[in-house]
């Protein structure tokens, strides 16, 4: 069945950078694109932008452009989502994401990943 | 970017009501718009597609309906399982918009 496992929690110093994966299984990786979305405690779902895993092309949401960076390695069939500069507004649950095409939403999820930015 | 406005931002129900959640877009996204549940501490869940598809799974006292910048999703009958945080979400371009979300509670 289609899974995506996501990396364990984060705890980060404030200026630092963070990694999530996103390990993919049950389905041909390069055939869905991955989105990242991220949610804040006891707050709403953000979108952070998604990325290609056929050719790694990659569309930012424009608050986070500066500072994230999606890839993929394909020989393992993996997403990865980092996030550069953390501030305590970072501190939130992160998952990933799968959707059939550019034009479609997002069908199955990961199981998040809580990164906590804390001095 | 496309803003998306949910109302109400709670509510208050009991099992067996109807219930109905507003979503509106701040330019028209057609019927590309989507209704996720998600439940305390677990992954949002697919529930409505292309503002009135139900994906597959999904009971079918849940319906979506709207299109352009109007969309409201209902359920007909509440069940004691629908208790969750309801978000819409368009995905009419590059870039996507959730709603603020919609808190369903026990009345």
């Known amino acids: 069945q289609v899974q995506l496992l996501q990396s364990g929690a984060e705890v980060k110093k404030p200026g630092a950078s963070v990694k999530v994966s996103c390990k993919t299984s049950?389905?041909?990786?390069?055939?869905?694109?991955i989105h990242w979305v991220r949610q804040a405690p006891g707050q709403g779902l953000e979108w952070m932008g998604w990325?290609?895993?056929?050719?790694?092309?990659?569309y930012y949401a424009q608050k986070f452009q500066d500072r994230v960076i999606m890839t993929r390695d394909t020989s393992i069939s993996t997403a990865y989502m980092e996030l550069n500069r953390l501030t305590s507004d970072d501190t939130a649950m992160y998952f990933c994401?799968?959707?059939?095409?550019?034009?479609?939403?997002?069908?199955?999820w990961g199981q998040g990943t809580l990164v906590t930015v804390s001095s | 970017d496309i803003q998306m406005t949910q109302s109400p931002s709670i509510l208050s129900a009991s099992v067996g009501d109807r219930v109905t959640i507003t979503c509106r877009a701040s330019?028209?996204?057609?019927?590309?718009l989507a209704w996720y549940q998600q439940k305390p501490g677990k992954a949002p869940k697919l529930l409505i597609y292309?503002?009135?598809s139900l994906e597959s799974g999904v009971p079918s006292r849940f319906s979506g309906s709207g299109s352009g910048t109007e969309f409201t999703l209902t359920i007909s009958s509440l069940e004691p399982d629908d208790f969750a945080t309801y978000y819409c979400?368009?995905?009419?371009?590059?870039?996507?918009?959730f709603g603020q979300g919609t808190k369903v509670e026990i009345k």
């Open positions: 994401a799968r959707a059939p095409t550019k034009a479609a939403t997002t069908t199955a």
């Open positions: 049950g389905y041909t990786f390069t055939s869905y694109y």
């Open positions: 990325m290609n895993p056929n050719g790694g092309d990659t």
């Open positions: 330019e028209s996204i057609t019927r590309w």
């Open positions: 292309k503002a009135s």
């Open positions: 979400q368009q995905y009419d371009s590059y870039s996507r918009t």
